[in-house]
């Protein structure tokens, strides 16, 4: 047979062939797919199975999307060296429960600051901002005299529903005209969160995870430290979730006050690498990004996958690593999530996915450059608004990224960012919650 004759049948050959591959391995996908969702049903989303979110698709990837701009960069490394003169900022408010030592934020990465309790500081030249906590404004212990230019920053680290139901009320911040926010929302002027990107970037930048030695710990499936039981509408419902948890046969071990079982912060460290998943489960309900330590610390930090309950998909999405947790409200029932653990309790190679963030960049991680608390308040005494740019309702025209002086932030309303830029849910989870 010529040359000639062979090209002519091996080209239709290798395209049936190159069908009959597709074909059967689209059959294959569907099949492992299908059998997949009947044994892990999971509402409406991808299933956590093969979850393995890209950065780029991430959501929140547009408000870091200059995070690698080399031009910007350049620029901050440059006024944070010039960022000599001392600012000072003065704690007129501190929390209602006490002060506390204050310590200066970074000098190399945030500029030169000092926080101070001294009002007699008030009409120094150097001084920039003052900080009010939520729970010491007195009406008739603000400030006699302001200057226009500086900062009068309105700090909150309770959920807004928390706060609402407290009684708190905003007349005297709102009067006094608070130009700028400081909570643990990401569309705060300054972020104050209880975990998240700086941190977990600096553990992802030294990392020495190694899978072997997180598995050889892990002797034990799941825990939970309940000690809030029913203060607030959202901790109710949130023992109520994990005690059915239990009676359905979840093997969860479970400590705080509303177990009889208190445990202390030593103890729990000391018990930690034993477990696979802790449950970071808030007492609030779908109020924007209040998520608390208990993702930080007790779950990411400590080698645990957290199983999570209290914001919004979007919110955990928006500072945590891509992968990283569970959200246990895409489950149908609490059968369903017991049957998920359990499957990763006998899949090591799939429970370790969860770990697979220890190992990415640090970029990768939402708001991984975003400086936090005092340190950003710092910078943009020194006219550094970089961190501004992480905020959803940034942009270019509002605050540049660089200023001369304090670039000004506007607050219409105290108790508006509270209560109406909140979800309504936060406020009304009686009439919202899906009990399992």
Known sequence: MSRTSLKHYLIPVVLIIFVIGISINFKLH??????????????????????????????????HRFADDAKIQKELEKRLKSATEKKIIIFWAPPAWGRGVLSRPDRASCGNCEITYDRSLMRNNRTGAFLYHFDSIKEDDMPKWRDPNHLHIFWVMEASATVKMYGYTFETSDAFG???????????????????GRSLGLLMANNDTIYERI?????????????DCSVTAGA????????QLKSKGLRIDTFGNCFSNKITNEELLDIAPRYKFFFSYENSYHCRCYITEKF???????????????????????????????YAE??????HLINYLEYLDQNDEEYLKFFRW????????????????FCAICRAMHGINVDYRFNPKYNQSSMP????????RTVPSVGQFLYNDDNHECFDILDSINYF
Do not use: C
Request: glycine share 6%; aromatic share 12%; net charge positive.
């Open 30 to 63: 569907s099949t492992v797919k299908n059998l997949a969702y009947r044994i892990i049903p999971i509402r409406e989303s991808k299933l956590a199975l093969f979850y393995n979110q890209r950065p780029r698709d991430h959501p929140n990837w547009k408000y």
């Open 178 to 196: 608070m130009n700028a926010t400081m909570s643990y929302r990401i569309d705060s002027d300054f972020a104050s969160p209880y975990g998240g």
């Open 215 to 227: 598995m050889q710990t892990k002797s034990k499936l799941a825990i939970a430290v309940i000690s």
């Open 236 to 243: 109710r419902i949130r023992l109520a979730l994990i005690n």
């Open 296 to 326: 930080f610390v007790q779950g990411l930090y400590r080698n645990m996958v957290p199983v999570v309950w209290g914001a919004m998909k979007e919110d955990y999405e928006a500072i945590a690593p891509a992968g990283s947790f569970i």
């Open 330 to 335: 895409e489950f149908e029932t609490a059968g």
């Open 358 to 373: 220890r190992t990415m960049d640090p970029d990768t991680v939402p708001m991984y450059r975003r400086a936090d608390g």
């Open 401 to 408: 990224l660089f200023s001369d002086g304090i670039a000004q």
